[in-house]
């Protein structure tokens, strides 16, 4: 097992994780910090635990979406055996936006 400490909103967290998953963690930890950090600009008397919360949920929020666009890609590509029926310009508008959401979050 591996670890690393990670920075959330100024604070140290030490995480134990597999060897290997360091720098997908400290990527993570970035992305929630941004969304922290963000969240603080806007809330400004919102307690840290407030804050880590509400990351969290628009974190859920961004994961939820991205689950939606799976499934109807899914949906359209039909039955077991059919070539998929995908229209690519929708799909990849609808990704678009998703990564869109996930940068300016």
């Known amino acids: 097992m591996a ?10 967290y030490p995480i134990i994780c597999g060897d290997g998953e360091e720098e ?3 990527y993570l930890s970035e992305y929630v910090d941004k969304k922290v950090r963000d ?15 509400m990351a969290t949920l628009l974190i859920a929020d961004d994961l939820s979406q991205a689950y939606e666009t799976i499934d109807e890609l899914k949906e359209k590509q039909g039955g077991e055996g059919t070539s ?10 609808q990704l678009e936006k ?8």
């Open 3 to 12: 670890s690393v400490t990670v920075k959330v909103n100024g604070r140290s």
């Open 24 to 26: 997908h963690l400290i």
């Open 39 to 53: 969240l603080g600009k806007m809330a400004t008397s919102a307690t840290e635990s407030q804050l880590l919360l």
């Open 84 to 93: 998929p029926q995908i229209d690519l310009e929708k799909w990849a508008d």
């Open 98 to 105: 998703v990564a869109d959401r996930l940068e300016n979050a």
